[in-house]
């Protein structure tokens, strides 16, 4: 049964809201004027042992969740009142950005023990680049529980983690391992365990990262998305705060 | 007996028939009715679906209102802002009334149309425009608020303006969802989401339409809720062969399985949801029952009152009364006919109206017993005439006939005797004188007992044309061998043809060779041995007949008393 309702709407209080660009492929003058932001921001920040860039996401198809079998729902329509808001990339998610060392790189220290949320119904970040030898911890900051697992995998099969309780997984073996939730079956991760792994990014939405404590020396900086890698850099820190030149990320190398 | 046999093998034949058509009718049957399920089945699947769709339209067109609301507009919006969770749980009673008042309303609108579970979702959603849960109703509605489902694809969708339904797996429950967004000032500040779980009291409303099929829908292993109509199959067969149809492969592809066989005989066919909860092996079957011919016996057994007064029952019958008829017409002219003319013939004999049977009048078995009763008779008259005494001589043929002459080394058709040393052709010689005696009729005599009777006058028969084998009848003497008037002789003449006519067709009956035997030697010889025969005895005539002895036509003569 449907409710009908007369509805009214006050078009004084809301300007006629123009056609939007299409946000997959940004304007010339708007890259500039984000890489001059990026690179002046990168310069301002950036401190001794510290290495800042800006990722520019533009050109990055937004992920695609899980496909079921059949379609994933019978309607899916515009509201009828305000256009919609074409979907965006949500870095923190989505990207990993690491550097990586020689193996025997005794600057090597990445972090013995990483975190991990499950945070609004999926695994923050859906994207986990960790050393091997690395301590993974899962804490579920939901409030249903999940069952993450990792096919092939040994050490990470099926274990239900409770609302607010966390989950320890040691990982040895290098590779990558397709990361699935029983409970949560839309939710997609990966995990790569890489063994010359030397540090990992914190990324803020607008794309934004930073190492910190990085030793000097010659580094390959890489983008992973998913279950692969979109982007990789040969970079030199030196004594001083290093800020990257944006790097702009695209979807040619193995993108979801 | 042919027609008879013939007719019995005609009944066999077509009682094979019958049998056979019967199995495999049974088996077209069977194999239609197969088909017409699977087909049914088909488009249960079909209908289920559509039905789905349109009742997941109509939740999202229930909650339509929402978008616009004001109240939770602005409380969602004040969430979107707020970090503290003091204040987010103030904002979350507030919204959790506003979301009871806009159930009310969904019930208050419906009242009268449909039922208050109908409406009432089991579990509803306040999100901001993060994605965070400001207020929630349901069985998690006491948890405090802040979770976010951000990455539910309902909710990620309906934060960026758009409808839409799905079907999700929330703390192990199945819902059906209807999301919205809502918007507050022009902006989207966030959205609200209704669930509705598989209840039977569903499951039951969406079959209605399907007529006799069986629903149930199943998350993984489990039964969430069915409806079976009655004489449809048990819920039960269907969990059984869940199983085996979540690892079929066109169901993990998305497509329907093959009809699966139940344990009842029925068929079901297994599909995914249309969702994101088919990625937890959420999804329906459906089945019908399917009533196969067990035998040929059943198959009568299930012909419906409409079906037997449809059958062309004159046309049957008449047909059965025919053909019954027309066996019944071979039994009687083959085997009934022929026992009571033997019967009666026999009882002639008994009477002493005649001596004995003639054997070509029969056919068959027929004629092979009238030619045993016949050898029963002569062996009864010689027996009794051993045992009696009597002064009278046996007849000897030999004495009577004399050798019968032979003019040439052709094959031979002589009488019974001579035929018996068929290499030494048989010559005529004088006959001794025998001594005087009364005449006899015929030799051999039949009846030993009573005194024989003079041979009876019979009226002459024309054979009949049926029967090529009738006796030379006796016939009124024709004084042949005096060289009587024409008439005698022509009388004489149609009797040796009629002699020469059965003595042939006797011996291809009795399986001898007929090769070499001509009517002018035939007559030549019995024209000798007539004149033998008068020369011998005082008769006006001699008459001749065939008979069987011994497995060979043989040739009687016999003086005709003046």
């Given at each position: 049964?449907?409710a009908?309702?007369?509805?009214?709407?006050?078009?004084?209080?809301?300007?006629?809201?123009?056609?939007r660009?299409?946000?997959?492929?940004?304007?010339?003058?708007?890259?500039?004027?984000?890489?001059?932001?990026?690179?002046?921001?990168?310069?301002?920040?950036?401190?001794?042992?510290e290495?800042?860039?800006?990722?520019?996401?533009?050109?990055?198809?937004?992920a695609?969740?899980?496909?079921?079998?059949?379609?994933?729902?019978?309607?899916?329509?515009?509201?009828?009142?305000?256009?919609?808001?074409?979907?965006?990339?949500?870095?923190?998610?989505?990207?990993?950005?690491?550097?990586?060392?020689?193996?025997?790189n005794?600057?090597?220290?990445?972090?013995?023990?990483?975190?991990?949320?499950?945070?609004?119904?999926?695994?923050?970040?859906?994207?986990?680049?960790?050393?091997?030898?690395t301590?993974l911890?899962?804490?579920?900051?939901?409030?249903?529980?999940?069952?993450?697992?990792?096919?092939?995998?040994?050490?990470?099969?099926?274990?239900a983690?409770?609302?607010?309780a966390?989950?320890?997984?040691?990982?040895?073996?290098?590779?990558?391992?397709?990361?699935?939730?029983?409970?949560?079956?839309?939710?997609?991760?990966?995990?790569?365990?890489?063994?010359?792994?030397?540090?990992?990014?914190?990324?803020?939405?607008?794309?934004?990262?930073?190492?910190?404590?990085?030793?000097?020396?010659?580094?390959?900086?890489k983008?992973?998305?998913?279950?692969?890698?979109?982007?990789?850099?040969?970079?030199?820190?030196?004594?001083?705060?290093l800020?990257?030149?944006?790097?702009?990320?695209?979807d040619?190398?193995?993108?979801? | 007996?042919?027609l008879?046999?013939?007719?019995?093998?005609?009944?066999?034949?077509?009682?094979?028939?019958?049998?056979?058509?019967?199995?495999?009718?049974?088996?077209?049957?069977?194999?239609?009715?197969?088909?017409?399920v699977?087909?049914?089945?088909?488009?249960?699947?079909?209908?289920?679906?559509?039905?789905?769709?349109?009742?997941?339209?109509?939740?999202l067109d229930?909650?339509?209102?929402?978008?616009?609301?004001?109240?939770?507009?602005?409380?969602?919006?004040?969430?979107?802002?707020?970090?503290?969770?003091?204040?987010?749980?103030?904002?979350?009673?507030?919204?959790?009334?506003?979301?009871?008042?806009?159930?009310?309303?969904?019930?208050?609108?419906?009242?009268?149309?449909?039922?208050?579970?109908?409406?009432?979702?089991?579990?509803?959603?306040?999100?901001?425009?993060?994605?965070r849960?400001?207020?929630?109703?349901?069985s998690?509605?006491?948890?405090?608020p802040?979770?976010?489902?951000?990455?539910?694809?309902?909710?990620?969708?309906?934060?960026?303006?758009?409808?839409r339904?799905?079907?999700?797996?929330?703390?192990?429950?199945?819902?059906?969802?209807?999301a919205?967004?809502?918007?507050?000032?022009?902006?989207?500040?966030?959205?609200i989401?209704?669930?509705?779980?598989?209840?039977?009291?569903?499951?039951?409303?969406?079959?209605?339409?399907?007529?006799?099929?069986?629903?149930?829908?199943?998350?993984?292993?489990?039964?969430?809720?069915?409806?079976?109509?009655?004489?449809?199959?048990?819920?039960a067969?269907?969990a059984?062969?869940?199983?085996?149809?979540?690892?079929?492969?066109?169901?993990?592809?998305?497509?329907?399985?093959?009809?699966?066989?139940?344990?009842?005989?029925?068929?079901?066919?297994?599909?995914?949801?249309?969702?994101?909860?088919?990625?937890?092996?959420?999804?329906?079957?459906?089945?019908?029952?399917?009533q196969?011919?067990?035998?040929?016996?059943?198959?009568?057994?299930?012909?419906?009152r409409?079906?037997?007064?449809?059958?062309?029952?004159?046309?049957?019958?008449?047909?059965?009364?025919?053909?019954?008829?027309?066996?019944?017409?071979?039994?009687?002219?083959?085997?009934?006919?022929?026992?009571?003319?033997?019967?009666?013939?026999?009882?002639?004999?008994?009477?002493?109206?005649?001596?004995?049977?003639?054997?070509?009048?029969?056919?068959?078995?027929?004629?092979?017993?009238?030619?045993?009763?016949?050898?029963?008779?002569?062996?009864?008259?010689?027996?009794?005439?051993?045992?009696a005494?009597?002064?009278?001589?046996?007849?000897?043929?030999?004495?009577?006939?004399?050798?019968?002459?032979?003019?040439?080394?052709?094959?031979?058709?002589?009488f019974?005797?001579?035929?018996q040393?068929?290499?030494?052709?048989?010559?005529?010689?004088?006959?001794?004188?025998p001594?005087?005696r009364?005449?006899?009729?015929?030799?051999?005599?039949?009846?030993?007992?009573?005194?024989?009777?003079?041979?009876?006058?019979?009226?002459?028969?024309?054979?009949?044309?049926?029967?090529?084998?009738?006796?030379?009848?006796?016939k009124?003497?024709?004084?042949?061998?005096?060289?009587?008037?024409?008439?005698?002789?022509?009388?004489?003449?149609?009797?040796?043809?009629?002699?020469?006519?059965?003595?042939?067709?006797?011996?291809?009956?009795?399986?001898?060779?007929?090769?070499?035997?001509?009517?002018?030697?035939?007559e030549?010889?019995?024209?000798?041995?007539?004149?033998?025969?008068?020369?011998?005895?005082?008769?006006?005539?001699?008459?001749?007949?065939?008979?069987?002895?011994?497995?060979?036509?043989?040739?009687?003569?016999?003086?005709?008393?003046?």
């Amino acid at each position: 049964m449907t409710a009908h309702r007369q509805v009214s709407y006050d078009f004084r209080t809301v300007p006629r809201s123009k056609p939007r660009p299409n946000r997959s492929e940004p304007s010339t003058v708007v890259v500039v004027g984000l890489l001059c932001l990026a690179g002046w921001a990168a310069v301002a920040h950036a401190v001794a042992g510290e290495v800042r860039g800006q990722l520019v996401l533009g050109a990055l198809r937004v992920a695609t969740p899980a496909k079921p079998p059949r379609a994933a729902f019978n309607w899916e329509l515009e509201n009828g009142v305000k256009e919609v808001v074409p979907a965006r990339i949500f870095a923190p998610r989505e990207l990993a950005v690491v550097l990586l060392g020689a193996p025997d790189n005794p600057n090597a220290k990445a972090a013995s023990r990483v975190e991990v949320v499950f945070s609004g119904g999926a695994l923050l970040p859906a994207t986990l680049v960790l050393r091997s030898d690395t301590t993974l911890r899962i804490r579920n900051d939901d409030e249903i529980g999940h069952e993450l697992f990792a096919d092939g995998l040994d050490g990470f099969s099926p274990e239900a983690t409770s609302p607010g309780a966390t989950r320890s997984v040691h990982l040895v073996k290098p590779g990558h391992w397709p990361l699935r939730d029983r409970l949560a079956a839309h939710a997609n991760a990966h995990l790569h365990v890489l063994g010359n792994l030397v540090a990992s990014a914190k990324i803020e939405p607008n794309g934004s990262f930073g190492f910190s404590d990085v030793a000097p020396g010659k580094y390959t900086l890489k983008v992973f998305r998913g279950p692969g890698e979109i982007a990789s850099k040969e970079i030199e820190v030196a004594d001083k705060p290093l800020a990257l030149d944006p790097l702009v990320l695209s979807d040619a190398k193995g993108a979801p | 007996m042919l027609l008879s046999r013939f007719w019995y093998i005609f009944l066999a034949v077509a009682a094979a028939a019958a049998s056979g058509a019967a199995l495999l009718a049974q088996g077209v049957i069977n194999r239609q009715a197969t088909e017409h399920v699977a087909d049914d089945l088909h488009r249960d699947r079909i209908e289920l679906d559509a039905i789905l769709r349109l009742e997941a339209r109509a939740r999202l067109d229930r909650i339509a209102f929402i978008t616009v609301d004001a109240k939770l507009g602005g409380l969602l919006k004040q969430a979107g802002a707020v970090g503290d969770p003091k204040q987010l749980t103030k904002l979350n009673s507030e919204a959790k009334d506003a979301l009871r008042a806009h159930v009310a309303r969904l019930l208050e609108a419906a009242q009268g149309s449909a039922k208050d579970d109908d409406i009432k979702p089991d579990i509803a959603f306040a999100v901001d425009q993060t994605g965070r849960i400001v207020a929630q109703l349901g069985s998690l509605e006491s948890n405090p608020p802040g979770s976010s489902l951000a990455t539910y694809p309902f909710i990620e969708r309906a934060l960026h303006g758009y409808v839409r339904d799905d079907v999700i797996v929330y703390d192990r429950r199945v819902y059906r969802i209807a999301a919205r967004p809502v918007l507050y000032g022009g902006e989207y500040v966030g959205a609200i989401a209704h669930g509705y779980k598989f209840d039977n009291a569903f499951v039951e409303r969406v079959s209605r339409g399907l007529g006799g099929a069986t629903v149930a829908f199943f998350y993984g292993r489990n039964v969430l809720a069915s409806s079976t109509p009655a004489g449809a199959p048990a819920l039960a067969e269907l969990a059984a062969a869940l199983p085996e149809a979540l690892t079929d492969a066109r169901f993990r592809r998305g497509e329907r399985t093959e009809p699966k066989a139940l344990s009842s005989g029925g068929r079901a066919v297994y599909s995914l949801l249309v969702g994101g909860a088919a990625l937890s092996e959420v999804g329906y079957a459906l089945a019908r029952p399917l009533q196969l011919v067990a035998s040929p016996t059943a198959f009568f057994q299930g012909a419906s009152r409409e079906d037997v007064q449809a059958l062309p029952v004159p046309l049957l019958s008449g047909g059965a009364v025919l053909l019954a008829f027309l066996g019944l017409l071979f039994i009687y002219f083959e085997r009934d006919r022929p026992y009571k003319q033997l019967r009666n013939k026999l009882a002639q004999v008994a009477a002493g109206e005649r001596e004995r049977l003639i054997v070509t009048e029969w056919r068959g078995a027929y004629r092979k017993l009238a030619d045993a009763v016949n050898q029963a008779i002569d062996k009864s008259v010689e027996k009794a005439a051993e045992m009696a005494p009597s002064n009278k001589k046996k007849a000897n043929l030999d004495e009577i006939l004399g050798p019968t002459p032979v003019s040439n080394v052709e094959p031979y058709f002589g009488f019974a005797d001579a035929a018996q040393t068929k290499a030494a052709a048989p010559r005529l010689e004088p006959a001794p004188k025998p001594a005087p005696r009364p005449l006899t009729a015929t030799a051999p005599l039949p009846a030993p007992a009573p005194p024989m009777k003079p041979a009876a006058p019979v009226t002459p028969q024309a054979p009949a044309p049926s029967k090529p084998l009738a006796m030379s009848p006796l016939k009124a003497p024709a004084p042949a061998a005096a060289g009587g008037n024409g008439a005698a002789a022509s009388d004489e003449a149609d009797h040796f043809r009629e002699v020469y006519a059965d003595y042939l067709t006797l011996r291809k009956e009795c399986g001898e060779s007929t090769e070499g035997l001509s009517y002018e030697k035939f007559e030549s010889t019995l024209t000798k041995t007539r004149d033998q025969v008068l020369s011998k005895h005082p008769a006006k005539g001699v008459r001749f007949s065939v008979y069987v002895k011994e497995g060979k036509a043989a040739l009687k003569a016999a003086p005709v008393k003046r």
